[in-house]
């Protein structure tokens, strides 16, 4: 079982910054996961932010595409999302997904969420 621990999150003004962390644990068996953030606002679907690849490829929602920045380092089994030029639409629970792929079908694991508020 993997464990998700994320950590950052907070009230900033807009245009502000913010950075999150996700860490992971357990049993990870496949070098080769997928790990990303979501978020959900207040009666919206949750949606992808970004997701990152064990090579380091990248992916990002065209909404945050300019501001956010992904990143993870494997040694530490540690995504972080850096967050520049907030905005009040950013406001969400932010989640930390990580998705093993040695399993078919794959296996997703969540984090519990951090809250960002983006008000002034």
């Known amino acids: 079982q993997v464990q998700l621990v994320e950590s950052g999150g907070g009230l900033v003004q807009p245009g502000g910054s913010l950075r999150l962390s996700c860490a992971a644990s357990g049993t990870i068996f496949s070098i080769n996961n997928v790990m990303g953030w979501y978020r959900q606002a207040p009666g919206k679907q949750r949606e992808l932010v970004a997701t990152?690849?064990?090579?380091?490829?990248?992916n990002y929602a065209d909404s945050v595409k300019g501001r956010f920045t992904i990143s993870r380092d494997n040694a530490k089994n540690t995504m972080y999302l850096q967050m520049n030029s907030l905005k009040p639409e950013d406001t969400a629970v932010y989640y930390c997904?990580?998705?093993?792929?040695?399993?078919?079908?794959?296996?997703?694991?969540w984090g519990q969420g951090t809250q960002i508020t983006v008000s002034s």
């Open positions: 997904n990580l998705r093993d792929l040695f399993f078919i079908p794959y296996r997703d694991y």
């Open positions: 990152t690849t064990g090579g380091g490829t990248t």
